[in-house]
């Protein structure tokens, strides 16, 4: 739900009327109770916020919803890397606990006891010998992926490859049929790319299926562009 | 006495005269017996040869004794490196003992449990990740470093140093005072020296007590170069 309104109104205003959610949800094999325990849930956390205007119900991000939305987006919707991005290699004097959270929060990549792989610009402790990237071996490209989201990021590829064969062969698709689509790639996107710092593009196999994802994920959110809300409205009532 | 003919007579044809050997022994506090044991012991191991000539002997390197000891003299003749040289760092994939006995034998110094420094002219076995050095941090400078021969170093600046203020206060050397100086520095800085791999110039700390005497050894053999085999003989016979 929260990559729901992320990707369809996040901007400051924006609200999606009850029956437009409900029709996605229910697009979405969510239950109408399970919809509501969410609704309910991600209100008392602060996520979100519903008015009554008439007779439906409008909910909203909250402005903390807002911007934790907007803090992820630019991972979540950044366009695929160019394979030439230069990356850096760090080397840390010591093998520790402290310059390796450091790093971590600077989205570096451990792939040896004390050296780390990330991009021109993320910032290393200043007494870190930082390297400028060169040819990567292929081992060094792989120890730089998340291995533990292997299996993950496979089976996206898989799920994303499928629709994407089923959708060459649908002639019409509504504001409301984009947007139940935008969510479940967004959604199963999300869920794995925020997980891991991203990798700088000079190190990334081109054949990692979680590059391969991201090729997809992109391509099929260009091609089917976000619905105005209006025009949720307007399905919503029409349907 | 190898560094004594190393340094002396290392060209094909140069040999040195029996008194001229026992005045440059004497002078090293080494006791006649003693002398004669090592002649004998390195003639047997093959790096020395000996003739007589009329009623004195002559010795000199065998062409075994020849090839170490030009296989040995760029690295203890070579001048102080340059501190801006550039220097790369090698990764490999794994721990292996493999690939570190390789690395070692190009020269590469370990520095983490896989990473190598090293000059940019070693080669590095081909599924390593090479990356052109930049600003070293001081602890890599010191990792670099043969730490087990730093109280050696010491003990070396320390002894080059004292030398040093004494040479300028000695009015006139001889050619035999001269090849005396000469064994003493190049004894005591090849057996340094050639225990551990070159350090590229942009490693090395100013400071570092292995750098200091390199400056030291390189100017006092430039102070007082290598006398003529006749000159030796005649200083020899003169006394």
Chains 1, 2 share one sequence.
Not at 155 to 163: I, P, R, Y
Request: hydrophobic residues 40%; proline residues 8%.
């Amino acid at each position: 739900m929260i990559s729901l309104f992320g990707d369809l109104a996040q901007g400051s205003g924006h609200a999606i009327d009850g029956p437009v959610l409900s029709t996605i949800m229910a697009a979405l094999d969510v239950r109408p109770e399970a919809s509501r325990v969410a609704l309910h849930r991600l209100r008392n956390d602060g996520w979100l916020q519903s008015h009554k205007v008439g007779r439906i119900s409008q909910h909203s991000l909250t402005a903390q919803g807002r911007a934790e939305s907007a803090a992820a987006s630019p991972r979540i919707y950044a366009p695929p890397p160019d394979l030439s991005e230069p990356w850096q290699m760090i080397v840390t004097e010591e093998n520790g606990r402290q310059s390796d959270m450091a790093l971590r929060a600077s989205g570096f990549i451990p792939v040896t006891p004390r050296a780390y792989v990330g991009r021109m610009d993320g910032t290393a402790p200043k007494d870190c010998l930082a390297l400028r990237g060169d040819a990567p071996p292929d081992w060094l490209r792989r120890a730089a992926e998340p291995a533990a989201l292997q299996p993950e990021y496979d089976a996206l590829l898989g799920a994303l490859s499928a629709l994407e064969r089923t959708l060459a062969d649908t002639r019409h698709m509504n504001a409301l049929d984009i947007a139940v689509l935008r969510c479940l790639i967004v959604h199963n996107w999300r869920r794995l790319v925020l997980k891991h710092p991203p990798l700088p593009g000079g190190l990334i196999r081109p054949d990692w299926s979680g590059y391969q994802c991201h090729l997809l994920v992109d391509a099929l959110l260009q091609r089917y562009p976000r619905p105005a809300l209006q025009d949720l409205a307007a399905a919503s009532a029409a349907g």
